[in-house]
């Protein structure tokens, strides 16, 4: 009923920029919050970003001062812009959303996870 369509990875340069998208489409009828999480390999899943509805975001310590996550309400899509990549950037990056969906007639609220999105960070 819902969807999360992650786009943006790829491979970059230390030091270069890339944009991670986000869309929820589906019976979605409030976003409460959205973000972006990373898994390296060996590693657990770990919050790199999240932003409310209301705009309100956070961050990891790593990426403050680079990373920028942004909402368009509008589009139901969350953006993870990253500036200055380090090589331990790389991972596979995560949309996470948590949202108001119904199902006959009965609403909730439910955490959606996108497929992932492979940023690499060549050093």
Request: aromatic share 10%; net charge positive; glycine share 12%.
């Amino acid at each position: 009923q819902v969807q999360l369509v992650e786009s943006g990875g790829g491979l970059v340069q230390a030091g270069g920029s890339l944009r991670l998208s986000c869309a929820a489409s589906g019976r979605i009828f409030r976003i409460n919050a959205m973000g972006w999480y990373r898994q390296a390999p060996g590693k657990q899943r770990v919050l790199v970003a999240a932003i409310t509805s209301g705009d309100s975001a956070n961050y990891a310590d790593s990426v403050k001062g680079r990373f920028t996550i942004f909402i368009d309400n509008t589009k139901n899509t969350v953006y993870l812009q990253m500036n200055s990549l380090k090589a331990e950037d790389t991972a596979v990056y995560y949309c996470n959303a948590d949202l108001l969906t119904a199902v006959g007639g009965y609403s909730y609220n439910k955490d959606y996870w996108g497929q992932g999105t492979q940023v690499t960070v060549s050093s």
